[in-house]
């Protein structure tokens, strides 16, 4: 695992594309879909709190570069450039009872708590993401960009979560299990 799972830094993010799933830890930024939404975002409240013409505020990392929308169609360019932080089911399992013996609940709880599911597939965003920043509002056209709960569109041999036992280390889920 190239990057641990970090609150506010470092998110968890589930991608389903062409019916094949996948987990990722990378930086946050990487994920809000469309970027030009983003930027347009940014400078329509500079201008309401009267700042005006900043230039730009998107920092172009490697794994984007060139890539304003990351859609369907793009994430074939997408996916090499990101499999240093692609992770197993297996291996975020492991990372998380280790956390848990090392860190509160807490914090571990909300670092290890899946962000982001991007559907692929669907054309379809949910976000869990915690802090104000909306990704669900930066979709391409043709998307839908949700905040709600996807914990259970996730298939149970992906869900890191649960021990080999069957018990939801964060109880993410209550009692049940899918």
């Known amino acids: 695992m190239l990057l641990e799972p970090k609150a506010l830094e470092n ?8 019916n094949h799933f996948k987990w990722y830890v990378s930086q946050k930024d990487l994920w809000f879909l469309d970027r030009k939404k983003l930027e347009e975002a ?9 700042l005006g013409n900043m ?3 998107i920092e172009e990392d490697d794994e984007r570069k060139g890539i304003d929308i990351l859609d369907e169609d793009s994430y074939a360019e997408f996916a090499p450039r990101m499999a240093k932080y692609a992770v197993s089911a297996k291996e975020l399992r492991e990372r998380l009872k280790l956390n848990l013996l090392t860190e ?3 914090d571990t709880f909300y670092s290890f708590m899946p962000s982001l599911y991007v559907n692929f597939d669907k054309r379809k ?12 509002d930066f979709v391409p056209e043709n998307w839908t960009g949700v905040y709600e709960d996807f914990l259970t569109y996730i298939d149970r041999a992906e869900k890191y979560w649960y021990d080999e036992n069957e018990i939801d280390l964060l109880n993410l889920e209550g009692s049940s299990s899918n």
């Open 104 to 106: 509160t609940k807490e």
């Open 11 to 18: 998110i968890i993010v589930g991608v389903l594309i062409d």
């Open 42 to 50: 940014y400078r329509k409240k500079l201008k309401e709190v009267g």
């Open 125 to 136: 965003l949910y976000s869990l993401y915690s802090e104000p920043a909306s990704y669900e």
């Open 55 to 57: 230039g730009s505020f």
